[in-house]
Nanobody
Framework: QVQLVESGGDLVQPGGSLRLSCAAS????????MGWYRQAPGKQRELVAR???????NYADSVKGRFTISRDNAKSTVYLQMNSLKSEDTAVYYC?????????WGQGTQVTVSS
């Protein structure tokens, strides 16, 4: 079955950096668009970044210039490098894998930005 396992969430101070990883199994990883979503307490889940099977990327305006999404097809892993973190980046971050009309979700990893 399909599994998306996120890791790398942590408590970090404002201005700090984190790298999230999402290891996929049970899919032909290279054929899937991969994404990162987040959900803060009391807010709707929102798209953070997305990378197509061909490597094209797009980002939420709130993270442009600070976050970078990348993928390693040989490792079936997608990454989210997060720099210059702000308190408003605090959320549970979810990895997604999408192919045509099917989207799979990971369980999420907590990122807390606080001094």
């Amino acid at each position: 079955q399909v599994q998306l396992v996120e890791s790398g969430g942590d408590l970090v101070q404002p201005g700090g950096s984190l790298r999230l990883s999402c290891a996929a199994s049970g899919i032909t990883f290279s054929a899937y668009a991969m994404g990162w979503y987040r959900q803060a307490p009391g807010k709707q889940r929102e798209l953070v970044a997305r990378i197509s099977w061909g490597g094209n990327t797009n980002y939420a305006d709130s993270v442009k210039g600070r976050f970078t999404i990348s993928r390693d097809n040989a490792k079936s892993t997608v990454y989210l490098q997060m720099n210059s973190l702000k308190s408003e980046d605090t959320a549970v971050y979810y990895c997604t894998a999408t192919f045509q009309s099917s989207t799979y979700w990971g369980q999420g990893t907590q990122v807390t930005v606080s001094s």
